[in-house]
């Protein structure tokens, strides 16, 4: 029988074996994850084919981006007038890029011009990027100095906001960002992950408010309509109403993160309906979810939505 995640109002029948990869093609560190406008899932992942698309019935499309393979960490698609966009985070090469569908490099992010938070190039690690509806988009320095660096639409610096510590509008490992458009006018969403909570903040890095409760270490956010989805590394997958109240959880997983040899735990100790490290996830235009974890294998769960 099928297995089924969630609550009354959110259910799901887990797909097994989902995605489908030709030879050749094995996934690394499974971290981003995307879906296009024509519900085709884009996995972000560290191997030598870090982009690897395939339609929604887990079939191989496409894959590119070797140049990624040692630090492909967030992914984030961007329609901008009817063209899709990708902005690609990567650890290893301490940048953020802006490239096509293809692959075809617009511009490069490197370490911003700041000699009092980053006294070197490689102290600049982005995680996560999110574009605003004026084109503006904020750079997330989850491991490296913690910032979110926020520039316009051609890549030109306009402000950072945040800073180590445990107060208002400071960070620790801000690890993902979303501009939420939910409200009367967008706000920016901050994964404050290493704080285990989210800091709200107004498009131009004044805090707002803090997000405390049903989180443990939050990684970044999905928009569905009213709804925000949030990969929870401590193994689940969070589910906010607009008022970010909790709907459900799924996958919950307690005491996972303990297990030896976390997060690359034994293949006869994981359970498919039950997350690892859920690093990021994205829904498409059924309420289908694609979870990605936080694996040396790569792990990619596909949650059909039933109601």
């Known amino acids: ?9 959110h259910q799901y029948e887990l797909v097994e074996g989902w995605a489908k990869l030709p ?6 560190y499974t971290h981003g ?9 884009i996995v972000f992942n560290q191997s030598k084919d870090a982009i690897i698309f395939f339609d929604s019935e887990g079939n191989y499309i496409k894959s590119w981006g070797a ?33 096509t569908l293809d692959g075809e490099v617009l511009f490069t992010i490197t370490t911003p011009d700041l000699p009092l938070v980053y006294q070197s190039a490689d102290q600049f690690v982005p995680t996560d990027v999110a574009v605003a509806p004026n084109g503006d988009f904020y750079v997330a320095d989850g491991y490296g100095q913690p910032w979110v660096h926020q520039y316009n639409n051609t890549g030109e610096y306009l402000r950072s906001f945040g800073g180590f510590g445990d107060g208002k509008g400071q960070l620790n490992c801000p690890h993902g960002v979303w501009v939420d458009t939910r409200g009367d006018s967008p706000v920016l969403l901050v994964a404050d992950r290493g704080n285990h909570r989210i800091q ?21 956010f999905y928009q569905h309509g009213d709804e925000i989805y949030i990969p929870d590394l401590s193994s689940r997958v969070t589910i906010f109403d607009k008022n970010n109240t ?31 490290s859920p690093h990021a996830l994205a829904v498409d235009s059924t309420g289908d979810i694609y979870v990605v974890e936080w694996v040396e294998d790569g792990r990619i769960t596909k949650l059909k939505r039933k109601n």
Not at 1 to 9: E, F, R, V, Y
Request: aromatic share 8%.
């Open 67 to 99: 140049e990624y393979e040692e630090g492909a960490h967030g992914l984030y698609l961007s329609n901008e007038g009817g063209v899709e966009y990708l902005y690609l985070s990567d650890n290893n090469l301490h940048t953020v890029t802006k490239t």
């Open 1 to 9: 029988m099928a297995i089924t995640l969630g609550s009354n109002t």
């Open 200 to 220: 709200i903040f107004t498009l131009d890095g004044e805090h707002l408010d803090f997000v405390t409760e049903d989180l443990i270490q939050p990684c970044c």
């Open 33 to 41: 994850v995307e879906i296009d406008s024509k519900d085709n899932v």
């Open 23 to 28: 030879e050749g093609v094995t996934l690394g």
């Open 246 to 276: 909790l709907i459900t959880h799924l996958g919950d997983n307690p005491g996972c993160c303990n297990w030896s040899g976390y997060p690359n735990i034994a293949h006869d100790k994981r359970q498919s309906d039950k997350f690892i």
